[in-house]
């Protein structure tokens, strides 16, 4: 069971959100926040596996506050969503300790598909937020060449390529799994073998890797 606690300053949303992940069958809701404290209204510490953390403004307050909540609970991985798309909110957030980001535009599923993959270790970014990534990325690559990123291709295999492709073009674990007529479970898998062959550690990186090697064009 994923233990979730949404922190937002609109109860509406809140509740909206709880009753979302109240849906599924294996995220249960602990409690919902619109400030710091570790307690519950019953007055048990909570201990989330997970964050979800609604920045309405984008503003450095919020990402001020993302700081102090990743600081309060060390075991929990912070999954924002921002209703703001600028760079240097995006970049603020990541810096604070966040481990996903998902926008205004995502939908229900992306939203529970980002809780299940934080749970899982991993690190989650919705597809403008991986676009404004690459832009700043980009940005820094025409000044600096980083040659970390421009490793051998032929420790993967012909299927991890395929699923690199389409991830590193912001298609989402579901859309991959269509697409390749194969589960979510077996896309996963295919960026976890592919994550541990080139050693890189976030999605991020494997976008960055992506683009040094000439898999997409941006």
Request: proline fraction near 2%; hydrophobic fraction near 45%; glycine fraction near 2%.
């Amino acid at each position: 069971m994923i233990s979730l606690l949404i922190k937002d300053e609109y109860p509406i949303i809140a509740e909206s959100l709880k009753a979302l992940f109240n849906t599924t069958k294996d995220i249960l809701v602990e409690t919902t926040l619109s400030s710091l404290p570790n307690f519950d209204a019953n007055g048990r510490i909570i201990q989330p596996n997970i964050i979800l953390f609604v920045a309405h403004l984008g503003s450095a307050e919020e990402a001020i506050s993302i700081k102090r909540f990743n600081r309060n609970f060390e075991r929990a991985k912070i999954l924002v969503l921002s209703l703001s798309t600028e760079e240097s909110f995006v970049l603020q957030v990541i810096k604070a300790g966040a481990k996903g980001i998902l926008t205004q535009n995502t939908n229900a599923n992306e939203l529970i598909e980002a809780v299940y993959t934080l749970r899982s270790g991993y690190d989650y970014y919705g597809k403008s937020v991986t676009q404004i990534l690459l832009n700043s990325y980009i940005k820094k690559a025409n000044e600096n060449k980083d040659e970390a990123f421009s490793k051998p291709m032929k420790a993967l295999s012909e299927r991890e390529i395929d699923v690199l492709k389409l991830f590193a073009e912001s298609f989402t674990n579901q859309e991959i799994a269509d697409k390749l007529f194969i589960s979510i479970r077996t896309v996963e898998s295919h960026k976890n073998n592919i994550m541990r062959k080139i050693n890189l550690r976030t999605t991020v990186d494997l976008v960055k890797f992506a683009i040094r090697n000439n898999l997409i064009q941006v």
